[in-house]
């Protein structure tokens, strides 16, 4: 908003704030994060973040340590629309390609693997996470470069058991195997109207 010396214009700071970001401070639990290095660290389990219910985007670097062993197994891990442990969508990045699969009644219902060209040695990359009710988008970009489109998922035309469930039914999220971490920096939510 643009205000000229002498004119009076109202301002709705109910709105302001409702856009503001919120940070990690949101996550349930926060005393479970220890911070390293600059990034705040996960260990095993579910992260749930308290976001307000709705639209928004997620931002966050994500540290990347891929291993190519022969019984390598790294994924990174995170959900959406988490209602509880048997319904949720969830998102996993490895090496090659973004996995999203709905898990209903605790019964896992995988969609087709996108494959991706974030190279094995990229030591992070930031993320976006844009959640409608409708529409999960997920974009990635390496060191400031531009935003790339890793996985566009349409309730309304792609394969779906849960086309009627939105996408913002429920907790965002970080699940982390029992034996790894996952380490995170700049996380902010931004709500939608």
Do not use: C
């Not at 214009?9 to 290095?37: C, V």
């Not at 997620?58 to 509880?84: C, E, I, M, Q």
């Amino acid at each position: 908003m643009t205000v000229t010396a002498g004119e009076t214009k109202s301002l709705n700071l109910a709105q302001s704030q409702s856009s503001a970001a919120l940070g990690m401070d949101h996550f349930q639990q926060p005393e479970t994060w220890t911070q390293k290095d600059g990034w705040y660290v996960h260990h095993g389990g579910f992260a749930l973040y308290d976001s307000p219910p709705g639209p928004g985007s997620f931002f966050f670097a994500l540290r990347l340590n891929f291993s190519h062993g022969p019984f390598s197994r790294t994924k990174f891990r995170w959900v959406v629309a988490y209602r509880d442990d048997r319904n949720y969508t969830e998102i996993q990045l490895d090496s090659k390609f973004l996995y999203r699969t709905d898990v209903i009644e605790g019964n896992r219902h995988e969609l087709a693997k996108v494959p991706h060209n974030i190279l094995s040695n990229t030591p992070s990359i930031s993320m976006a996470i844009d959640v409608t009710p409708t529409t999960l988008v997920h974009r990635y970009n390496l060191h400031g470069d531009t935003w790339t489109t890793l996985s566009s998922w349409d309730r309304t035309s792609a394969p779906s058991l849960e086309k009627g469930r939105p996408f913002t039914d429920g907790k965002f999220g970080f699940l982390v195997a029992p034996d790894r971490e996952i380490d995170v920096s700049n996380f902010s939510y931004y709500p939608r109207r």
